[in-house]
């Protein structure tokens, strides 16, 4: 019975609306916090979606640019929100709260191009569920009718994975945050749609589909922060061991067998393969080359083998093709040729020519003699007729060598 009221009244304070007056702001965790939030800082979480005037400040002591993008014919009076602009893209939210769309809207970082977005439509910002801490449906934020729904801070702060922490920081030895360490914390953003399937576009995944990937991948028994440090950027020049588990640490018998390859000797590493840049968020590098790597890690080498289904909105399977892993780096080769090297796990060597080298090898050869070796017997301690014949042997020689000194 006891249980029964428990669980009554975890419901009910489940479903207590959250007020902003429970949020204290991630500044507010700095001074017990000092290293996440430092770490923290130079992710792009926080500054996904940000007033035009914080957006235009930067914050480049941490590695984050300053926008200083606009699209033509607009001022930054026009602006109330920049989404993004970080890592990949930036977009811009007008002063009624709707997304500016048009034909050269957006702003690629790689290639310093515009490109469209939703041209001719009226584009609410509804992207507030991914963007933003403490989000809830109803409302306007700022009053600005194209915003759907409020938040508490816009980007995305501290407690929005710990949930709000203002009790915390008034007495943080009794109350405790939440740490919620499954890839479903992720998954609320890092994901497209259902989860069971990978959807596509233009001969590409598209992105913040990592939950979707890794579910369908052989590692969807693994949590993101596995791999992962949920409080750093794996985008920021400035941060080291964002991935604090690599594939070698799990891998390790992979791993020593790639490393004699010519490739790992040109500086390959498991990830270029394995993670290719199959998704696309703004650019498209190259022909099979995304701006963004994928999470299947699984390789299908089947020369066949389709990457997406036929329609191209979705992946065929939870796995990347040959020309994902391999062809955007050999541009001159084909599915065919990757499929000979793909088989021959992680050794990846051209075929020497078939007829034997006439000069003799060295001797020092790894493969095992044909003719069957008698199995050593102990080794007498006192020299024996061998050790007398081979000391002779070297006297011999040396007088041999000295004669022909002179
Ligand atoms: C006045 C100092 C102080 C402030 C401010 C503070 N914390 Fe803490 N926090 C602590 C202490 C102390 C602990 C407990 C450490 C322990 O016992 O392991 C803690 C623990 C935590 C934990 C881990 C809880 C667990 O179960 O392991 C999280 C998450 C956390 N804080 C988040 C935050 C966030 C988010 C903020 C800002 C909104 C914040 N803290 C502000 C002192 C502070
Ligand atoms: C509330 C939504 C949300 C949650 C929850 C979330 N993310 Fe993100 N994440 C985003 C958005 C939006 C971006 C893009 C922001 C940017 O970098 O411009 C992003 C970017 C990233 C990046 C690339 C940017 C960088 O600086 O490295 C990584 C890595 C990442 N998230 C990992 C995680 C992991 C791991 C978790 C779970 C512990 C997580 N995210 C939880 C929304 C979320
Ligand atoms: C994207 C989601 C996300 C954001 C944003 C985030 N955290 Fe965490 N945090 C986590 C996860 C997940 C863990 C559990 C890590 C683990 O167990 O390996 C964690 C663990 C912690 C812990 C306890 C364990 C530790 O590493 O010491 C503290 C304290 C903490 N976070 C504080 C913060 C503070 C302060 C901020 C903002 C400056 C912040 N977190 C921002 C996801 C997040
Ligand atoms: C289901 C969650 C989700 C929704 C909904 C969502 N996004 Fe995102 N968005 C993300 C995540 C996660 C990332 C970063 C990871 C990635 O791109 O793979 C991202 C990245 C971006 C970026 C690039 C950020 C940068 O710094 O370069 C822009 C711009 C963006 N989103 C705009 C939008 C707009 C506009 C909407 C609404 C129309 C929207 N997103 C809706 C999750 C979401
Ligand atoms: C098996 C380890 C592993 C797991 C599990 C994993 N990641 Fe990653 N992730 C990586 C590695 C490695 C990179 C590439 C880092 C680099 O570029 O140096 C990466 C990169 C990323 C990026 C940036 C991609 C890009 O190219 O810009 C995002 C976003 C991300 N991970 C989110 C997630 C989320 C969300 C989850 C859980 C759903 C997750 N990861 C699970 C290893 C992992
Ligand atoms: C925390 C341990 C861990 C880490 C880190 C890890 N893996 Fe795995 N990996 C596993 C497990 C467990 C499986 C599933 C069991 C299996 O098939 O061996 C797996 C399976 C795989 C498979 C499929 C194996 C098959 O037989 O089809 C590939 C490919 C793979 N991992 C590559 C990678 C790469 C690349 C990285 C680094 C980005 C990585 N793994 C990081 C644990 C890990
Ligand atoms: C040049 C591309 C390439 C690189 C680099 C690469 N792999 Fe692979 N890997 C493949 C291909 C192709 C297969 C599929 C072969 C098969 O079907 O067995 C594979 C298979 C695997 C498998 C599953 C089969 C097995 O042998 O267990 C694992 C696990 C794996 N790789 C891990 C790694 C790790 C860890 C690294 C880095 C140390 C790495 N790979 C580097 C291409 C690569
Ligand atoms: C990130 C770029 C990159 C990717 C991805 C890549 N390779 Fe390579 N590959 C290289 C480089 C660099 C070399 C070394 C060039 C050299 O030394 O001749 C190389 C060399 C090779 C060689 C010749 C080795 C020798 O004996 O000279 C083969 C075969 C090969 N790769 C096959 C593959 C296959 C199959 C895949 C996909 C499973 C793949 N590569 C993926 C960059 C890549």
Redesign the pocket.
Known sequence: MREVWALILAMLFLMAPVSAADYAGSDACKTCHKDIWEDFIKTGHPYKLRPVDEARQGNEEYGIRKVTELPEGVSWDDVTYVIGGV??KTRFVNKTGYIITGDAVQYNLETGEWVPYHSGEVKPYDCGKCHTTGYSEEGHQDGLPGIVGTWAFPGIECEECHGPAAEHVSNPTEVKPKVDTS?EL??K???RGSADMIPASNGFIKH?E??N???A?P?KD???????DPHKS??NPMVED??K???KQ?HSDVAKEFEESAMAKAGIA??DCH?P?A?K?AVKRAEFKG?????L?AINTDPNAPMFTEDGKYTAGGYVTLDFACLYCHTDKDKEWAAKYAAKAHKFEEEKPATPTPTPTPVKTETPTPTPTPTPTPKPKTPGFETVFAITGILAALYVLRRFRY
């Open positions: 890592w990949w890839s992720c998954g953003c890092h994901i913040h990592q939950y990937e890794l579910m991948s590692h693994l949590s993101c922060i596995t791999c992962h794996v985008k964002a991935i588990m690599e594939c799990c498991c990830i993670m840049f998704t968020s701006d963004i790597r994928t999470h890690f």
